[in-house]
Structures are given as C-alpha cells and as structure tokens.
C-alpha cells in the first residue's frame, strides 16, 4: 500500500513537472520577437505627356523619354508598406456637374448629380530572388478639363493592374495610357531601414 502511494505521489509530480515544461515552451513562443523585418516606400508617379512616345523604344527608353519631357507629375503617391501585408491609400471627392439644363424665358434650371472622382492605389509586396515582387492596382476617375459651360463633364476612368518585379531603386515603367491624351505612369520601391525589435542586435 506505502509502495502505490509513493507512485501517485510520483506520477502527481511528474505530471506537474510536464505541465509547467509546457506552459514555459508556450510563454517562451509568445514572448519571443518576431524577426527583423523590412519596410518599403513605394513612390508612384502619372504624368501627362504632351507629346507621344515613340513606338518601339524598350523601357528604359521609354522611362527616359518620360523623364526628359520635363513634365511634372499630375499625381504622386508615397507610401509605406511591410511585406506580405496589403497596403492602400484613397484620396477623392465628391463633385456636383449638371447633367442637364432646361430654359424658360429668363429662367434656367439645372439639375446635377454628385460624383465621386480621386485616386486609390493598392498595393502588395512581396519576396523575389531578383528584388520584390509588387502587385499594383491603381484607378483613376478625373473630370476633363476641356469641359466649358453647363455641358455635360466626361469623367475619365483609368484602371491598372499589374506585377511587376522591381529592383530598390531602380525605377519601373507600369504603364502609358492614351492617344489624345497620354499618361504615363511609374513606380519606384525604395527600402527602408530595418524595423529591430531588440536593441540590443
């Protein structure tokens, strides 16, 4: 009888032993910092080009083309995104245009409508042997500026979406759009500085 009470007394032990190795094994999990991770600064940039691009010039070309026009950027996006993590920035307004007028003698009535016009840019990075890989979506609702009197606005939509491989630093051509009226758009991803959770490294 004394030998059996020592085994429970034992096993009791032993099983509280187990236990506490356990709940150390899970708090040491929780607590432990998560790896250094890289921060990026994407920078995309749409101009509107007076002239037209010549057909058969490779990308650089076609970036340098850009670049020499001396044209400045129509809209500009900055922002920062962690990899493997969807990042987005909206930027719009609601605008009231006429979409009809009726005259009566002196009298003349307009109705409007509300639109909502602006710029929303998402965005995806992630791991790539030659650099990162960018997913890109970026849409466009703008009013044309030619638009005079009460006539009806056009509202100019432009939808991008595409991957792109980039090298930090190096400059990417994402797309030029338009014959009439021709924009360009560009994407530069630069890397910034490591995010350490331990000082002490």
Excluded: W
């Amino acid at each position: 009888m004394k030998f059996y009470s020592i085994l429970l007394a034992s096993l009791f032990i032993l099983v509280g032993i187990l236990h506490g190795d356990e709940v150390a094994a899970i708090a040491e999990a929780t607590n432990e910092p998560p790896s250094d991770s890289t921060q990026y600064c994407v920078e995309l940039s749409e101009f509107e080009l007076q002239e037209p691009i010549a057909i058969g010039l490779n990308e650089t070309e076609v970036i340098q083309t850009i670049l020499q026009s001396g044209v400045k950027p129509i809209e500009t996006i900055r922002l920062i995104a962690m990899p493997n993590a969807p990042s987005n920035v909206r930027k719009g307004k609601q605008v009231a245009v006429v979409t009809s007028t009726m005259t009566r003698g002196d009298v003349t009535t307009r109705q409007t409508k509300d639109i909502e016009i602006g710029t929303t840019l998402r965005i995806q990075i992630g791991e790539h042997p030659q650099g990162v890989l960018v997913n890109i979506d970026y849409i466009t609702a703008r009013i044309e500026d030619d638009t005079k009197g009460d006539s009806k606005p056009d509202i100019l939509n432009s939808t991008i979406q595409t991957t792109q491989v980039c090298v930090p630093g190096k400059m990417r051509l994402v797309s030029t759009i338009g014959s009439k009226q021709l924009t360009a758009v560009v994407v530069t991803i630069h890397e910034c500085n490591r995010t350490e959770t331990n000082p002490s490294k």
